[in-house]
């Protein structure tokens, strides 16, 4: 059964440090997003993305955070310099599109550690 | 979009039938109710959703009243890899479909 990939499982990285989280989505799979989870807290939206370009970011997308899709494969996600708060486990999810397919599957996570 | 509200945990006893409720008492004509779960630390599983029928897949049923303000997930023989926490998101259906986690139902499952 097709899954979403993510790589690699765990980065640690110092503040002020640029990351790149990957994910491979689901190979038919048109609709992507990013979600991150501070330990023990609620799961939350990052951003979305569609037909190339950014389709809603939240609040906590901010300059630092950037997506690409590089190739037909790829999805990956930039903190252009970390901060201790970053801290969190990133979760990639894609979906097919269309009306009757907004269920979203979610990769493994990449657990972020800032130091 | 609309707010759904669930209990904080819930205990199940293993091969019994689990029942999670949820209210989205605001819910509007457009939106979906969707079900997802996570266990400890791993990314979110989709379960099922349902516009206004009730539904059943291989994971779960899921009834949806008639008005629409409630729902229940139903796990028809818990395990204990059922141990997890459960989320009920309503989603309008002509949007980008982003998730909005609310804090779920915490669903324990015993021997």
């Not at chain 1, 038919?28 to 990013?34: G, R």
């Not at chain 1, 970053?86 to 907004?102: N, P, Q």
Request: include cysteine; aromatic fraction near 10%; glycine fraction near 8%.
């Amino acid at each position: 059964e097709p899954e979403v990939t993510q790589t690699p499982s765990h980065q640690v990285t110092q503040m002020g440090q640029e990351v790149i989280l990957r994910c491979v989505p689901i190979s038919n799979h048109l609709y992507f997003y990013w979600y991150r989870q501070i330990l023990g807290q609620k799961v939350e939206f990052l951003v979305s993305f569609y037909n190339n370009e950014i389709s809603e970011k939240s609040e906590i997308f901010d300059d630092q955070f950037s997506v690409e899709r590089p190739d037909g494969s790829n999805f990956t996600l930039k903190i252009r310099s970390t901060k201790l708060e970053d801290s969190a486990m990133y979760f990639c999810a894609s979906r097919v599109g269309g009306t009757s397919g907004l269920e979203q599957y979610f990769g493994p996570g990449t657990r972020l550690t800032v130091t | 979009d609309a707010k759904t509200t669930q209990p904080t945990s819930m205990d199940c006893a293993e091969g019994r039938a689990a029942n999670l409720p949820c209210n989205h008492s605001t819910i509007s004509g457009n939106e979906y109710v969707y079900w997802y779960r996570q266990i400890h630390s791993q990314g979110p599983q989709y379960i099922i959703h349902g516009l206004k029928n009730n539904e059943t897949n291989e994971m779960a049923s899921l009834i949806i009243t008639e008005d629409r303000k409630s729902s229940t997930l139903i796990l028809p023989h818990a395990t204990l890899r059922d141990t997890a926490v459960y989320y009920c998101i309503v989603i309008p259906y002509n949007q980008g479909g982003k998730l909005i986690f609310g804090q779920g139902t915490e669903l324990s499952v015993k021997p």
